[in-house]
């Protein structure tokens, strides 16, 4: 007698499990919700849009340990989506901050400005560029004890406001390139 497909018990392996991928036994959570892969079909067939499930960025991101701990290892996603790559990559940083400067408060509170300031990303919608700073903001903001009007929130707000651009600040700020071209220790794509 035919059996039906599995439904995915808790039970069944890993779906990375098959390509030799295996999540960490203990994901942090990209957000604080989980996200479905997609928000519509319209978007998806429009802008091509698909979000990457927390199990594969932190499998990927896994692969260039070395890389998203160090905190000045500069990183630019160029599809960022709401931040599923970015926000963990920050958190990988900020245990690294929390690791080293966890008991000095001046310079934890400097090294987590820095690895705000060396994560760049660049997303077609803006609906989603704007998610992907209020997660990141809300990261750095839990890990600090951050209120709203504290000068370090505005800091991070607006190095946030300048590295994660837009289609429509792209376009804008074509003519005003870096004077020095940046070089990225990660480049997700």
């Known amino acids: 007698m035919n059996e039906p497909p599995s439904t995915g018990s808790p039970t069944d392996p890993h779906p990375a499990e098959a390509s030799g991928i295996r999540p960490a036994d203990k994901p942090s959570p990209v957000v604080a919700h989980p996200m479905p892969l997609i928000r519509t079909r319209k978007r ?6 698909v979000f990457t499930p927390a199990w594969m960025v932190t499998a990927m991101l896994d692969l260039v340990k ?5 905190l000045d290892s500069r990183v630019l996603e160029p599809a960022c989506g709401s931040g599923n790559f970015l926000v963990e990559v920050l958190r990988r940083k900020l245990a ?9 408060d001046f310079e934890r509170r400097h090294y987590a400005l820095l690895a705000v ?8 919608l803006a609906d989603n560029i704007a998610e992907c700073r209020a ?7 839990d890990y600090l004890d951050l209120e709203d009007t504290t000068d370090a929130y505005r800091a991070a707000s607006n190095v946030l406001t300048l590295n994660l651009m837009g289609a429509a ?3 804008r700020r074509s003519s ?11 480049c997700v794509a």
């Open 96 to 104: 690294a901050v929390e690791a080293t400067y966890g008991k000095a």
């Open 176 to 186: 005003r390139l870096l004077p020095e071209p940046c070089s990225f220790g990660i």
């Open 117 to 124: 300031m060396c994560t760049y990303g660049i997303e077609l």
């Open 135 to 141: 997660n990141m903001l809300e990261v750095l903001a």
């Open 44 to 49: 998806v067939a429009d802008h091509g849009e």
């Open 66 to 70: 070395g890389e998203t701990d160090r």
């Open 169 to 171: 600040q792209l376009r």
